[in-house]
């Protein structure tokens, strides 16, 4: 452990921090060991190592945080870091600083804490490799395969001014595979990724092989695929990836930052109706190596289970410290930040929807006209209005009851309140999607997990290049 991050150092820096008052204040220290390796045309084409290093300390007041970080952990760059913090507050004439005594206390543990820090890059390279092959040999009309490969490793100590000092040892591990493929008339392109917060022997079970060829599957799916009809029509969303619609049509709306100040279409609205009530939303920081799991948050609170809504009413928002004191309700473990250069705020961790009852073939058996989106290849949204668009990555046409022909450039247009108020099944096949996905908010970015069941959505605007 640096140094800086000794025990009674930390305390003297929270200390420090509070010389002029304040309410709160945390000292945020971070080591961050990066590896990553990218294959384009059969060969490795970047690959880089990087540690980062560094402290962020923070004083809150009132609404306002006083903020300041240091990649220098001398003990007087930490200490001008500190006071340059504390002049958010000017509650008291600067004085004396007086050390916080701090209390170690144990993280729950979510993931593997014991991960190695070991590298290997002639096992990453065949990795790499082998998703290649394996995506080439699936079908000849691959013409292209990028691969990327990222191991981190995020070590974090979190001292506060309430005398709690917690550590978190976070490993990090992507594996995605982009392929495309041509029959020289139209292309097509699949994506596939995967990987959470465990080590690399996970890809012994999920094999690089397996990313390949799912990856190919799609490619060659869309490049049969037929132009996407245009128009309102039923949406079957897929179980898993589908979760990205749940997490940006609904999901930005729920954080307690935007409902504080009156931005979300769900602002002073907890206990009213909000959605059908088939819809049950979850958000999660403590799901076995999930990639939006966190022993703790980076305000140092335990990751939690939250409901948020519950048979289509709304329970609550996700909390970090400064919106939750401000709001009279405890935090719910949901305070983020990109790293030590950066202030937390109120985010997703693995935000999901339970199983319902119906399985899929009923789903499917009562769609007259619709659009299955299988997979999602982006989108966005407008949190204060609620308004999406999302790309399809995989979708299908279902007639009469049954899947027919694969689909290309269908975009689904909607608005996150009405769809989920239009929600009329709900799949028994609940998953969250091994996909790795990183939520951005206020130019900070940081991974997540989305997850649902096959969920049908009675009416939708398709965007496509076909009408009728």
Excluded at 46 to 55: D, F
Excluded at 108 to 123: K, L, V
Excluded at 383 to 403: N, P, Q, W
């Amino acid at each position: 452990m640096p140094a800086a991050f000794d025990e009674a150092f930390l305390g003297k820096l929270v200390g420090r921090a509070l010389r002029h008052g304040g309410e709160f204040a945390d000292v945020f220290c971070e080591r961050r060991r990066t590896l990553s390796y990218r294959l384009q045309d059969g060969r490795i084409h970047e690959a880089s190592y990087g540690v980062t290093l560094g402290v962020g300390i923070r004083v809150v007041v009132g609404e306002s945080a006083g903020f300041a970080c240091s990649d220098d952990l001398s003990e007087s760059a930490l200490t001008k870091a500190a006071d340059a913090a504390s002049l958010i507050a000017r509650a008291v004439p600067a004085g004396e600083a007086t050390p916080i005594d701090l209390s170690p206390a144990r993280a729950p543990s979510f993931y593997d804490g014991n991960s190695a820090d070991a590298i290997d890059a002639r096992r990453y390279v065949a990795m790499l490799e082998a998703a290649d092959a394996a995506a080439r040999r699936y079908d000849p009309r691959v013409v292209a395969v990028n691969a990327q490969l990222s191991d981190e490793l995020q070590e974090v100590w979190i001292a506060t001014s309430e005398g709690r000092l917690v550590r978190d040892y976070r490993p990090l591990i992507t594996f995605g595979v982009q392929v495309v493929a041509s029959d020289k008339h139209e292309r097509g392109s699949g994506y596939v990724g995967d990987g959470g917060r465990t080590s690399i022997e996970y890809f012994d079970r999920e094999t690089p092989e397996a990313l390949g060829e799912e990856a190919a599957r799609i490619a060659a799916i869309n490049v049969a695929a037929i132009p996407a009809p245009a128009g309102e029509m039923e949406m079957i969303v897929g179980a898993g990836g589908g979760g990205v619609l749940l997490h940006e049509a609904v999901g930005h709306g729920l954080e307690s930052d935007f409902n504080r100040r009156g931005t979300s279409l769900y602002s002073g609205r907890v206990g009213e109706r909000v959605a059908s009530e088939l819809v049950t939303i979850f958000d999660d920081g403590n799901l076995r190596e999930e990639r939006g799991s966190l022993n703790v948050d980076d305000e140092g609170v335990p990751g939690q289970h939250k409901v948020l809504v519950e048979n289509g009413r709304l329970l609550g928002y996700m909390q970090d410290r400064l919106n939750a004191r401000l709001m009279g309700v405890e935090s719910t473990g949901s305070g983020r930040r990109q790293s030590f250069r950066f202030a937390p705020q109120p985010r997703m961790c693995n935000t999901y929807m339970p199983s319902g009852d119906a399985t899929v073939e009923e789903i499917v058996a009562s769609t007259q006209r619709g659009i299955y989106a299988k997979s999602f290849a982006g989108g966005q949204v407008e949190i204060a209005k609620g308004d999406f668009v999302f790309m399809v990555g995989e979708g299908y046409l279902v007639e009469h009851g049954k899947i027919t022909a694969p689909v290309r450039n269908a975009t689904i247009i909607g608005n996150g309140p009405d769809a989920m108020m239009k929600v009329e099944a709900v799949g028994n096949d609940g998953r969250l999607a091994r996909r790795h996905y990183t939520c951005g908010k206020g130019g900070q970015y940081v991974p997540v997990g989305v997850g649902m069941p096959t969920v049908k959505i009675a009416s939708i605007t398709v965007g496509g290049t076909q009408h009728g």
